[in-house]
Nanobody
Framework: VQLQASGGGSAQAGGSLKLSCAAS????????MAWYRQAPGKQRELVAL???????NYRASVKGRFTISRDNAKNTVYLQTNSLKPEDTSVYYC??????????????WGQGTLVTVSS
């Protein structure tokens, strides 16, 4: 199983970026998908989570600015980031709680994509 994240880059404060993360491999089903981020010298933190039916949960600092979505047919999760702030600068990681075809459940991580926001 592989999670491939993309879409990071540089943006000015107030700008937008859209992150994508596609899961591939011997996947039977994917349950919750999420985005985390980790800034230099800080712990990794949950940014947003989405369930299979589409229920979402956001950390307070991104509510109203970020939107998580998923395409279950494509095993892909997205994070639309708007009104970016310098404090959003981090490496963003996608995450999936999934079951592989052997029946084993596990948590899988993407490789991280860097978002840099300048003031």
């Amino acid at each position: 199983v592989q999670l491939q994240a993309s879409g990071g880059g540089s943006a000015q404060a107030g700008g937008s970026l859209k992150l994508s993360c596609a899961a591939s491999g011997n996947i039977l089903k994917i349950d919750n998908m999420a985005w985390y981020r980790q800034a230099p010298g800080k712990q990794r933190e949950l940014v947003a989570l989405i369930t299979v039916p589409g229920a979402t949960n956001y950390r307070a600092s991104v509510k109203g600015r970020f939107t998580i979505s998923r395409d279950n047919a494509k095993n892909t999760v997205y994070l639309q980031t708007n009104s970016l702030k310098p404090e959003d600068t981090s490496v963003y990681y996608c995450n999936a709680d999934l079951v592989v075809t052997s029946g084993t459940r596990g948590i899988y991580w993407g490789q991280g994509t860097l978002v840099t926001v300048s003031s």
